[in-house]
């Protein structure tokens, strides 16, 4: 565990699941050469709690970023990650391709600032099958943050947050000498050719 907090220090991000070309954390706590679905490994357990670990964090955010992911993001990358998630243009774009139950989830978080699915279902008369696709295409789009928490009846429900939620409560302001092309090569340059939920127009 303090291998791959180390790990992730110095390399600003890590992928939970192995990716092509990339150190991931299943790699670093179950051992390179992990196929399939890396669940069924007798040491799942430890790889999970690791990333449980991790996520919660101070000094990290989770987000889908590499080919839509989950990826653990440390605070040395945070200026580049907020200065590319918070760019209007781009955000205007991602918006442009939302259906409407899309928009109206996105809307919905971005004036919340904070929202648990389990308590919004309801009120957006959605039915939790189409929600949940919106939800994943915000995540694949960069649009929000989302975790898990843990419910007090047992359940496991997701939270999305907005970037504007998650840079006020982490205290993060890009400078305003980072462009977000700069910020984007940055990041770039460390995950290769793999996709990006932080993609630009």
């Given at each position: 565990m303090k291998d791959a907090k180390k790990y992730l220090e110095s390399q600003?991000?890590?992928?939970?699941?192995?990716?092509e070309g990339l150190v991931s954390l299943v790699d670093l706590i179950l051992g390179p050469g992990v196929t399939g679905n890396w669940w069924s490994h007798h040491r799942a357990n430890d790889a999970y709690n690791a990333y449980s670990a991790l996520a919660n964090d101070p000094d990290v955010i989770v987000i889908k970023l590499i080919d839509y992911k989950v990826t653990l993001i440390h605070r040395?990358?945070?200026?580049?990650?907020?200065?590319?998630?918070?760019?209007?243009?781009?955000?205007?774009?991602r918006?442009?391709?939302?259906?409407?139950?899309?928009?109206?989830?996105?809307?919905l978080v971005e004036r919340a600032g904070l929202v648990a699915l389990d308590f919004i279902?309801?009120?957006?008369?959605m039915p939790r099958k189409t929600l949940t696709k919106e939800r994943k295409k915000l995540e694949e789009w960069g649009l929000v943050l989302s975790k898990e928490e843990h419910t007090p009846s047992g359940r496991h429900d997701i939270v999305l947050e907005s970037w504007r939620s998650a840079a006020r409560t982490r205290m993060v302001a890009p400078p305003a000498?980072?462009?977000?092309?700069?910020?984007?090569?940055?990041?770039?340059s460390r995950i290769g050719r793999h996709k990006s939920?932080?993609?630009l127009p």
């Open positions: 600003g991000l890590i992928p939970l699941s192995p990716a040395s990358l945070w200026a580049c990650v907020f200065k590319i998630a918070l760019d209007n243009k781009r955000i205007r774009w918006r442009s391709f939302l259906s409407p139950d899309g928009l109206r989830l996105f809307n279902v309801i009120d957006l008369e000498s980072l462009t977000v092309i700069s910020a984007y090569q940055e990041i770039r939920s932080l993609a």
